[in-house]
Nanobody, 117 residues
Framework: QVQLLESGGGLVQAGGSLRLSCAAS????????VAWHRQAPGKQRELVAR???????GYADSVKGRFTISRDNAENTVYLQMNSLKPEDTAIYYC???????????WGQGTQVTVSS
């Protein structure tokens, strides 16, 4: 059974930083593609950052230069370091993994990030 557990969200002032964590059980992040998505109230869900099983990364234009996705294979955890946060970064952030064997996509329960101006 695949489970993803996000943590690290919270309330921060604009310009501040947060680090989100996503710990997995039942699946190896190092063998699959992992991503962070977010959804703000009244908006569509959007892809924020991703890291492939080979280690290549990609970012939405809105977060390039401010967010960094990384993976700790030993801990089977993916992180999202968020710097220079803006009020428009306020959203629920979800960790997702694409299982290349079953082709299933798994989602965590989400963690709230709120950036005050």
């Amino acid at each position: 059974q695949v489970q993803l557990l996000e943590s690290g969200g919270g309330l921060v002032q604009a310009g501040g930083s947060l680090r989100l964590s996503c710990a997995a059980s039942g699946i190896r992040f190092s063998l699959n593609d992992v991503a962070w998505h977010r959804q703000a109230p009244g908006k569509q869900r959007e892809l924020v950052a991703r890291v492939s099983r080979l280690g290549s990364t990609g970012y939405a234009d809105s977060v390039k230069g401010r967010f960094t996705i990384s993976r700790d294979n030993a801990e089977n955890t993916v992180y999202l370091q968020m710097n220079s946060l803006k009020p428009e970064d306020t959203a629920i952030y979800y960790c997702t993994v694409h299982d290349r064997w079953s082709t299933n996509n798994y989602w965590g329960q989400g963690t709230q990030v709120t950036v005050s101006s």
